[in-house]
């Protein structure tokens, strides 16, 4: 089944017409998007756009053998003007199934927002999800079917649809997750193919034709993960982010609670909020037994706070305890932290903050605190398959 992309940007598509933002003013060239619209072996119009003849003949094909035009969600603004030859554009019902002449048979998928998902399989039985912009299947079941060859959707706005296909089976280790509905709200070029290959997927340019069922090589998700930066960088959020698409996670928090500390208690309830509500939350700082056992995903945020309890552990602020054998308890806590996550067979993201950039700290055990913190950061970085520092929201990549 051969499938091109006429475009793969958000309905306004991109860059939005008059729009001043930064990311609007880079989307030129290759990063510029038309309103995602699919064609399916010339015979199949997913959605019908402004310029879909136009686009059409730019990527080498032609609308004349198109039988069906079917659209995915409501189209606001002035009506679309309907190509010379081209049936009527419509929606099936939910759940209902129809032949093509062509051989292909489409069924309409139930969304949980406004909108219809279609399910299209080939004559030769390769089988596409096509979901449509800010949609995830409704009360999807498990799967009971082999995973589809190809899903088309909205990754970036909707991540948590691609959890719930992989949990169900419908997404397996070999489907081609392919985003569209592309918006300004996310970064251009080298950034956005980082962060969908984090989630398996990868976004292509417009008039990109694809052959459905052809094996290719599917993004590899890294299994060790450290991000690190400074105060309110924006690291967490990018943690976060790395396993949206993941069906379940593990939240390990190691601040535990404060009593009586309402700043602390808001600061922990703004991450609960952003979190999507099938991840689970553990606070702990056991974290060894959680690395050597079988699980979800881990996401540890953060090594600080882990830090801060091995050190209270083995009273590592006072200086004499510290001379006198906390100094090689704290490194055993450490090594052994460190080998865990090298022999650990779950998929982990670790925050953790960094360090030594700023002003020496004015006492012995903060300084110690400091250069502890540097030294767990760089063992446990050494473990990872990718580290990334955070800065001003922007991640860059310093192993990968």
Not at 184 to 212: F, K
Not at 318 to 341: F, N, Q
Request: glycine share 12%; aromatic share 4%; net charge negative.
């Amino acid at each position: 089944m051969e499938l091109t992309l006429l475009g793969t940007g958000a309905p306004e598509g991109l860059p939005r017409p008059d729009c001043p933002c930064a990311r609007c003013a880079v989307s030129r060239g290759p990063y510029a998007r038309a309103a995602t619209a699919l064609l399916i072996d010339g015979a199949l119009l997913l959605d019908l756009t402004p310029g879909a003849a136009l686009a059409a003949a730019r990527s080498g094909h032609s609308l004349a053998g198109v039988r069906q035009v079917l659209l995915t969600h409501p189209h606001d603004g002035p009506a679309v003007e309907l190509p010379p030859g081209l049936p009527t554009a419509g929606r099936v019902p939910d759940g209902r199934e129809l032949t093509l002449i062509s051989g292909h048979r489409v069924r309409a998928v139930s969304m949980d927002s406004p909108g219809t998902g279609y399910e299209v399989t080939s004559p030769d039985g390769e089988r596409l999800l096509y979901l449509p912009p800010g949609g995830a299947p409704a009360g999807l079941p498990d799967h009971g079917r082999p995973p589809y060859d190809t899903v088309v959707g909205d990754v970036t706005g909707r991540p948590d649809a691609l959890a719930r296909l992989r949990a169900s089976g419908a997404v397996g280790p070999a489907t081609d997750v392919v985003a569209v509905h592309l918006d300004h709200d996310v970064p251009p070029g080298p950034e956005l193919d980082r962060q969908l290959a984090a989630a398996g997927a990868r976004a292509v340019p417009d008039g990109t034709t694809l052959t459905v069922g052809l094996y290719r090589e599917v993004p590899e998700v890294p299994r060790r993960t450290l991000v690190t930066g400074g105060a309110r960088s924006g690291k967490s959020l990018e943690a976060e982010r790395r396993l949206e698409a993941f069906p379940e996670v593990l939240y390990v928090a190691t601040g535990g609670t404060r009593e009586g500390d309402p700043e602390w208690a808001e600061r922990i309830g703004a991450h609960r909020e952003r979190r999507p509500g099938s991840w689970r939350t553990a606070e702990t700082c056991d974290l060894v037994p959680l690395l050597a056992g079988e699980g979800p995903a881990l996401l540890i945020d953060c090594l600080a706070l882990w830090l801060t309890d091995a050190m209270d552990r083995v009273d590592a602020w006072d200086d004499e305890r510290w001379a006198s054998g906390g100094r090689e308890s704290l490194r055993r806590r450490i090594d052994e932290l460190v080998a865990a996550v090298r022999a650990t067979r779950r998929t982990v993201v670790a925050v953790t903050n960094e360090v030594g950039s700023g002003v020496v700290p004015a006492t012995a055990a903060g300084r110690r605190f400091r250069d502890e913190l540097g030294r767990l950061n760089a063992a446990f970085a050494d473990e990872c398959e990718q580290v990334l520092l955070v800065a001003a929201g922007q991640a860059l990549v310093l192993r990968d």
